[in-house]
């Protein structure tokens, strides 16, 4: 393996790193406003949610790597403390790109990308109206993380209330992960989208508890056909099922392409003689 010292490389060498490994990541809109009542927005890709009782969302607007200064989102946080958090999706991608622009201070990006204000019920910043689901927060802390630049700020949310668009739900009232579309961000300039052609769903060992790896019989365990998911997926059974493993390639193939399908028990039923 490569091995790499972050205080032997420089800043943007590390961030190109990390960013490009700790990937995909959701993305914030943030809508904030700063003390004068000028209202700002920009995107995050630190972000993600920490809690459900009570409901924490967590986003940092870093110092800037190349000179060490600070956004103006972090700015408007300290001097009042509520944000709307929006979530992005893939209609929307390339007018929250737009957003991150560097305007000067007193710009409405909400102007600059097109994206529309709406008021919000108990937060001063604005509602975000094309995000599929806006958060009001009050912000409990901002926490630095340092002050040099590439140093993040913990701005640490408390959702107050919760604005999801009625399309994006399915007939239970829920929200369909299919319909919304989601964008997440990558290294450089690279996002993926979550769309039905990328979803997949993996069983997850919750209430029942799966045999694991060390449980296979040698003839799958060792297989020159079954990569790790496949076996990941075949240790993920209560009872190992009773027989004569097959260790013949053409059945690991059938095996595999059901596995493929998430079918399971039907792959392990073709495996036993």
């Known amino acids: 393996m490569k091995t790499v010292i972050p205080s032997e490389i420089t800043s943007v060498q590390l961030q190109t790193i990390m960013q490009t490994a700790v990937s995909p990541r959701p993305i914030a809109l943030a809508s904030t406003v700063d003390k004068d009542g000028n209202h700002n927005l920009s995107p995050f890709s630190f972000f993600n949610m ?7 969302l967590i986003f ?11 956004k103006h989102t972090l700015e408007n946080v300290i001097e009042v403390p509520e944000v709307v958090i929006g979530t992005v999706n893939f209609p929307i991608v390339q007018q929250i790109s737009l957003a991150s622009t560097e305007y000067g201070t007193g710009v409405n990006e909400f102007i600059k990308s097109g994206l529309t204000m709406k008021e919000a019920d108990l937060v001063k910043p604005k509602l975000i109206e094309e995000c599929p689901v806006n958060f009001e927060c009050k912000v409990l802390e901002v926490k630095s993380l340092g002050n040099q630049g590439g140093a993040g700020n913990l701005v640490i949310c408390e959702v107050q209330k919760i604005h999801i668009r009625e399309e994006y ?8 992960q299919q ?7 990558l290294g450089s300039n690279w996002y993926s989208r979550s769309n039905e052609n990328s979803l997949f769903e993996v069983p997850k060992p919750l209430v ?19 990569t790790g998911n496949d076996l990941g997926m075949l240790a993920n059974i209560e009872v190992l099922p009773l027989g004569i493993y097959s260790s013949e390639e053409n ?3 059938n095996a595999q392409q059901l596995l493929l399908e998430s079918k399971i028990e039907e792959a392990w039923k073709i495996l036993v003689k």
Do not use: C, Q, W
């Open 50 to 56: 920490f809690s459900t009782v009570p409901p924490i």
């Open 60 to 70: 940092s607007p870093s110092r800037r790597v190349r000179d060490n200064t600070t």
């Open 169 to 176: 739900l399915n007939d239970a009232g829920n929200l369909d």
């Open 179 to 185: 319909k919304l579309d989601m964008v997440a961000r």
């Open 208 to 226: 029942t508890k799966g045999i694991g790896f060390d449980l296979l019989p040698d003839e799958i365990k060792y297989s020159k056909v079954f």
């Open 251 to 253: 059945t690991h193939l």
